[in-house]
């Protein structure tokens, strides 16, 4: 493994372009726990009451009031989205790419690489985003950024509940809106998501062809069709390319990608702080 970890140190050192696929164990890595202590932490009144372990589980716990369900959520968006610290490895990661050609397709939806100074024209965040609301039917294809509303939901929180009046409603039908994640087929793919899409597949065109590293960082297996396969198919189409992946216990590529892979079965932070 040193061997395998000297050759991926040394490929991303020398790549002039870069393709990162981050998922959640990215944002693990990172700090962003959604379970154990930081759990704990923010939601152990949630826990004692409902009975779920972990952020993820609460947020398709079937809350029996609207008010306890933007209680949650509200304390959820603040934790995950807008009270945020810098972040050491995603500075760290900044610093190792921001004078290659990069972009950064990922799945999370915490805003970690924006609010941590990566390009937003450089950023395709395909699930969506904590900070959005969106109408629930959808009745129009916008969405709304949310940090006020949740600010004022949280403040006004009582008794792990939220007042009806401080629910926020679409401007245009009125109904309770709700979160901007990709769950079902009424996800908005607003302007926003529209115009990334499209930078990120013109950088996929532009170096179809190119001596380009794609860089997998803690992609699982809940949706492996959004970065895992599709990089593997560019490296194998592509024999100028070359494949890292970086993800404790679900470290591995297909066997024809051959010399031009590298599989690190550890903590993203524990490599990219060699650098």
């Known amino acids: 493994m040193t061997e395998q970890i000297t050759k ?6 020398d790549a002039k372009i870069i393709l990162i696929g981050a998922g959640a164990g990215f944002s693990t890595a990172a700090g962003y726990t959604y379970s154990g202590e930081r759990f704990k932490k ?7 009451k409902f009975g779920f372990t972990d ?5 398709f716990y079937p809350f029996p009031t609207d008010g306890e369900f933007w209680a949650y959520w509200s304390r959820n968006i603040l934790c995950n989205r807008y ?9 760290k990661l900044l610093q190792i790419v921001q004078d ?42 916008q969405t709304y950024d949310n940090e006020q509303q949740v600010r004022k939901m949280h403040a006004h929180e009582v008794n792990m509940s939220v007042p009806e009046k401080y629910f926020p409603r679409c401007p245009k039908c009125g109904k309770i809106m709700t979160m901007n994640l ?16 499209y930078n990120y597949e013109k950088f996929l ?22 970065i ?12 100028n390319a070359k494949y890292i992946c970086i993800n404790k216990g679900q470290a591995y590529f297909p066997q024809e990608i051959g010399e031009r892979g590298v599989a690190l079965n550890f903590d993203i932070a524990e490599i990219l702080n060699q650098f």
């Not at 009270?83 to 500075?91: F, I, T």
């Not at 939806?109 to 395909?126: A, E, P």
């Not at 895992?228 to 024999?239: G, I, M, V």
């Open 42 to 48: 923010y939601f152990a009144d949630f826990e004692e």
């Open 100 to 141: 290659k050609d990069y972009f950064v397709l990922t799945t999370n939806v915490d805003h970690l690489f924006q609010s941590n100074g990566f390009d937003k024209k450089k950023l395709f965040y395909t699930q969506g985003d904590y900070g959005l609301f969106q109408c629930p039917t959808p009745c129009h294809n």
């Open 205 to 226: 065109h532009k170096n179809e062809n190119s001596k380009i590293l794609y860089l997998e960082l803690g992609v699982g297996s809940n949706t492996p069709g959004i």
């Open 83 to 91: 009270d945020q610290p810098a972040n050491k490895l995603a500075e």
């Open 228 to 239: 895992k396969y599709p990089f593997w198919r560019f490296t194998l189409q592509n024999p």
């Open 8 to 13: 991926a140190l040394e490929w991303i050192r």
């Open 55 to 59: 952020m993820y589980s609460g947020g």
């Open 182 to 197: 990709r769950a079902d087929d009424t996800f908005v793919e607003d302007n926003g998501w529209r115009v990334a899409a």
